[in-house]
């Protein structure tokens, strides 16, 4: 076991290694519209000097005057020590300003993704406990219109009814205007009532799978030689399911939710810029588009890390929770 | 199907027992439609999807509008053209040779407030007669000095103090005509000084101030203004020195006292969101083109962008996935390791920069989709490949590949002849399933302004209009029908996808 995991990890780092490497390797060969802009905007200062030197001077500062490798070995090095340089856009270190959003974006998904499990893994035993009923349609359905309904446009549509219909939500942002006002509780419950509409979005979008999975992996374990044992036995249907059928389905669906954990951290980052919820999403949004190379460089090697870890969690928990499993 | 049984039990006399034919037999493939038919979501989703396909390919040849056709409208732009105010402040005229200064009109004042008759100044002390309403002679041991007056004489000739004096006198106290010096002077209704049929001055209460510098307000239009705020209009025409009738609007300003007078001037404008008419059944968007009609345009390049990438996905999918699962080994490994930092490759946060970039470069919107399909594509393939190597590591262990091995067929025969199209049934479903989140991946970037751009027309970019939060709440014609269309198309894609995972599945139950 402790071998595998050894393994798994060496081969993770190495995997970690190549993405950043194509990851900067591309944001080196992208226009650095930042760094122009910033030139442009120093070089028609009074009695500056000229753009080109601008250009240079910040090319330097930023070292982006050495070749792609080079480079990149300068940026790993600092990376591994969690220095991840300054933010353009935020002006100060990336990872104070990551530590300063994330917490919300944690605390978001997590609430998000525990309404998930409450709610698609019952639907889903459910649907397939009853394979073709109507009920089955109806949740397979739902799940599927779950996950093709696009993000924004269904963000969107809330907007419309709950905050500019019926207002009782602000459109945008995390705190109302009276935020400075209220004590600590009445900040608090500001707060949470500007998550209801994006945590309501991540949880319509995201079910669906969720929900679809525990569904096939239901049908699965149902399809299977010792549930007929148990139903031979003259089990009762509710013993049948819940005692002997639930609990294998539980081996698949603890691997996917332990394989998403990391993933509570990587932020929403749709949903975040369309409530401009400052989360990490939100805050990756606007340094992405600003072309802001470090802090674009730190959220994607950060999603790289919680995918890998991620993986190794799910495969790891599989050995762990199905004892016919046997790594050797 | 008892209709079959019934024939069934007919020829059951002549066949024997183990004869063929008394079963009626259906290839895998019809096995497979009429699975994939009896599911009802797989049939809406496949009505949906014609649906949407005749939407997006055959509606735009018969929409009467092009793509990019603009629409134009006249509209009253209203332009301010004069301010009116009634004058509600006394204004003072001296007589020939005397002098009433500012002092002396402040204390008059008081003492007029006051109701009283005299009034002390540091020099003199004055006297007020009301001659009429609003209407004040001020003298001085009894000679006049000036007098203080609301109504404005407006000077057509040459006219005197006493001729001003005299005037507002008879206008003050509603008479038709006075004298001065012997000569009649009469005085009509709008407030005309004629002195022999000839009009010399007129007299009103209104004053007004052009609000554009290059307009100069005649004498009519002043009057037909005043007549006009009397009747208590809120609009009125008049026929200018041009000519032209001109159409002006009265509105009044109660905190300010003023009557605005505006202007309607018809200006040719790009028709932007038209509400829905019977030539704009879905009204127009904020260029005036017909909303529509960019829809199904919309579609077109929404669908096309799908399938492409599918495409381009699938083919480097089937041919590094097939490869790494014949072969195995070496080849394995690497192809595999190459599939696992494409996994973890963020794809979404790297298109947005990607997006960004080409917004900084300013590419040719036609070569900005291109590329969009090429990375949308690259960065996709590596879970199709993984599907079929894992599903050829499988096959390849069966006896019918020791055969064409037996047989000496060539390897690239083998694996693309008789190992793929084993794997066609899950690349099928795989495929129909990845077209639904292209779409929405592509729409996402497009809403985003990062993926297609105007001109072209995408069901994401159509709703970027809703970034603008007027928009969003007042024009529901303009984004909640591209939403309905990117949801049908995407729906439609899963449950076509989902109905034939389960008609392919043997194992299902039906």
């Known amino acids: ?328 | 199907m008892s209709d079959l049984q019934n024939t069934n039990e007919t020829k059951n006399e002549q066949l024997s027992l183990n004869d063929d034919r008394r079963v009626r037999t259906l290839s895998p493939g019809a096995l497979v439609a009429q699975r994939f038919f009896r599911n009802r979501l797989a049939v809406v989703g496949m009505v949906m999807l014609i649906a949407m396909f005749l939407f997006s390919f055959v509606g735009g040849l018969i929409s009467p509008y092009r793509q990019d056709e603009q629409f134009y409208k006249y509209t009253d732009l209203k332009k301010e053209y004069a301010a009116v105010t009634q004058n509600a402040d006394f204004r003072y005229l001296s007589a020939d040779g005397k002098n009433f200064d500012s002092i002396a009109q402040a204390k008059f004042l008081l003492a007029q407030g006051k109701g009283e008759t005299t009034f002390e100044t540091k020099d003199a002390t004055y006297e007020l007669t009301e001659e009429g309403k609003d209407f004040y002679m001020i003298s001085e041991n009894g000679e006049t000095v000036a007098i203080a007056f609301k109504d404005i004489v407006n000077k057509v000739a040459d006219l005197s103090f006493d001729e001003i004096h005299a005037a507002l006198v008879a206008y003050t106290n509603d008479e038709k005509a006075f004298t001065v010096a012997d000569t009649e002077y009469t005085l009509d209704e709008d407030g005309n000084i004629m002195k022999g049929g000839e009009t010399i001055g007129y007299i009103t209460r209104f004053v007004i101030s052009s609000a554009q510098s290059d307009v100069v307000i005649s004498r009519e239009y002043g009057e037909e203004v005043a007549s006009q705020i009397a009747a208590d209009a809120s609009e009125f025409t008049f026929t200018g020195e041009d000519g032209e009738e001109h159409q002006y609007n009265i509105s009044y300003d109660a905190t300010a006292k003023v009557w605005s007078i505006t202007e309607g001037t018809a200006t040719y404008v790009y028709d932007s969101y038209a509400s829905p008419s019977k030539e704009h059944w879905l009204g127009t968007d904020t260029n005036g083109m017909d909303m529509l009609t960019r829809l199904m345009y919309g579609g077109r390049v929404s669908l096309i962008i799908g399938f492409i990438v599918v495409i381009i996905e699938a083919v480097l999918g089937i041919i590094l996935g097939g490869v790494s699962g014949y072969f195995g080994g070496w080849v394995d490994n690497l192809i595999m390791r190459i599939v696992d930092i494409f996994y973890c490759i963020p794809s979404l946060p790297l298109i947005i920069i990607l997006g960004a970039a080409m917004d900084a470069m300013k590419l040719d919107p036609q070569i900005r989709m291109l590329y969009l399909m090429l990375i949308l594509g690259f960065l996709g393939w590596p879970s199709i490949a993984r599907l079929v190597r894992g599903q050829i590591l499988s096959l390849r262990e069966q006896e019918f590949m020791t055969a064409t091995e037996a047989c000496g067929i060539r390897t690239s025969k083998r694996i693309f002849k008789h190992l793929i199209p084993n794997v066609i049934p899950q690349l099928i479903v795989i495929c129909t399933m990845s077209l639904g989140s292209t779409i929405i991946t592509e729409a996402t970037l497009s809403f985003l302004g990062l993926g297609v751009k105007f001109p072209f027309a995408s069901w994401g970019n159509i709703i970027n209009d809703v970034n603008n939060a007027f928009v969003m709440t007042h024009y529901w014609f303009v984004w909640i029908p591209a939403g309905i269309c990117l949801l049908i198309a995407v729906l439609g894609f899963n449950f076509v996808g989902d109905g034939l995972r389960d008609a392919f599945d043997p194992r299902m139950k039906r």
């Open chain 1, 1 to 328: 076991m402790r071998k595998f995991i050894l393994k798994r990890l060496g081969l993770s780092v190495l995997i970690l290694a190549c993405v950043t490497f194509i990851i900067y390797a591309l944001m080196r060969s992208l226009p650095a519209s930042y760094v122009e802009t910033m030139a442009m905007q120093l070089s028609q200062a009074p009695g500056s000097k000229p753009y080109e030197e601008w250009i240079a001077q910040l090319n330097e500062s930023y070292g982006l005057d050495k070749g792609v490798v080079a480079g990149y070995f300068v940026w790993l090095k600092d990376a591994v020590r969690l220095n991840f340089g300054d933010s353009w856009k935020y002006t100060v270190p990336v990872t104070q300003k990551f530590s300063e959003v994330i917490w919300l974006s944690f605390v978001m998904g997590l609430i998000a993704f525990i309404i998930e499990l409450l709610i698609a893994i019952p639907l889903g035993v459910i649907a397939a406990t009853k394979q073709y009923s109507r009920a089955d349609y109806a949740i397979t359905a739902g799940a599927l219109i779950g996950i093709s309904l696009p993000t924004f446009f269904f963000a969107t549509l809330l907007k419309l009814l709950f905050s500019v219909k019926l207002g009782w939500f602000d459109l945008y942002g995390i705190v109302g205007r009276d935020y400075a006002k209220l004590d600590t509780m009445g900040q608090l419950l500001d707060k949470a009532n500007h998550l209801v509409l994006p945590i309501l979005t991540l949880v319509i979008v995201s079910i669906g799978s969720l929900m679809r999975y525990t569904r096939t992996n239901m049908l699965e374990v149902l399809n299977s030689d010792y549930i007929r044992t148990a139903r031979a036995k003259g089990l009762s249907e509710r013993t049948v399911i819940y005692h002997h059928a639930f609990r294998n389905t539980l081996i698949p669906l603890v691997t996917i939710v332990g394989g998403s954990l990391p993933g509570l951290f990587a932020g929403a980052l749709i949903t975040e810029t369309l409530f401009m919820i400052p989360g990490i999403g939100y805050t990756s949004y606007q340094a992405m588009v600003a072309g802001d190379i470090p802090f674009s460089m730190f959220y994607l090697t950060f999603m790289a890390i919680l995918t890998l870890l991620g993986n190794l969690l799910s495969d790891i928990l599989y050995a762990v929770v199905d004892p016919r499993v046997r790594i050797e």
